[in-house]
């Protein structure tokens, strides 16, 4: 579905995890670019219902913003809601190592607002958490609906916060 972005043949589920993950913890990962325009935040806040019921979730972010204010309104809004101890950003990151990451999270999302912007992409992300095996989270989509639907290796939600925390929960 998205042969110009992504190199599947790359990808392996097989490869043992390549990060030391707490063992008392439960990570939520999100890969991708951390710009302002995705309304990340969204995920800061979901993450807040999430840690009230299961209090090891963490959640991380494997990626960059573009611009200092990306990962500042990320960092606030956790700060803002007390969770700030559950947030990770780890920045760019190669390939394998981002997909380390992803195999060790317990759970995947991809959300995409609903605006104009993002109503027509190539859900990449989606993708690369499916080919490492991993389970997923995803908002309705254009794109990212029939994928999940018809694979059923995942768990599709509204972009609201309650549902999108119970879906992950």
Same mark, same amino acid.
């Given at each position: 579905?998205?042969?110009?972005?992504?190199?599947?043949?790359?990808?392996?589920?097989?490869?043992?995890?390549?990060?030391?993950?707490?063992?008392?913890?439960?990570?939520?990962?999100?890969?991708?670019?951390?710009?302002?325009?995705?309304?990340?935040?969204?995920?800061?806040?979901?993450?807040?219902?999430?840690?009230?019921?299961?209090?090891?979730?963490?959640?991380?972010?494997?990626?960059?913003?573009?611009?200092?204010? !990306? /990962?500042?309104?990320?960092? =606030?809004?956790? #700060?803002?809601?007390? $969770?700030?101890?559950?947030?990770?950003?780890?920045?760019? %990151? !190669? /390939?394998?190592?981002?997909? =380390?990451?992803? #195999?060790?999270?317990? $759970?995947?999302?991809?959300?995409?607002?609903?605006?104009? %912007?993002?109503?027509?992409?190539?859900?990449?992300?989606?993708?690369?958490?499916?080919?490492?095996?991993?389970?997923?989270?995803?908002?309705?989509?254009?794109?990212?609906?029939?994928?999940?639907?018809?694979?059923?290796?995942?768990?599709?939600?509204?972009?609201?916060?309650?549902?999108?925390?119970?879906?992950?929960?």
């Amino acid at each position: 579905p998205v042969p110009s972005s992504l190199n599947l043949a790359r990808l392996d589920a097989s490869v043992g995890v390549g990060v030391d993950k707490p063992s008392n913890e439960r990570w939520i990962v999100y890969l991708g670019t951390l710009l302002r325009q995705r309304q990340l935040e969204f995920l800061v806040r979901v993450l807040a219902r999430v840690v009230e019921r299961e209090p090891r979730a963490r959640l991380l972010f494997v990626g960059k913003g573009g611009m200092a204010g !990306d /990962e500042r309104a990320l960092t =606030d809004e956790a #700060r803002r809601l007390g $969770v700030e101890h559950a947030v990770t950003i780890t920045g760019w %990151l !190669d /390939e394998p190592r981002a997909w =380390d990451y992803v #195999r060790a999270a317990d $759970v995947c999302v991809s959300p995409y607002a609903p605006i104009p %912007l993002l109503l027509s992409t190539s859900p990449t992300k989606l993708i690369e958490y499916m080919a490492l095996g991993r389970p997923v989270v995803a908002s309705t989509h254009p794109e990212q609906t029939p994928i999940l639907r018809d694979s059923g290796a995942g768990l599709l939600a509204d972009w609201d916060e309650d549902e999108f925390a119970v879906a992950i929960l």
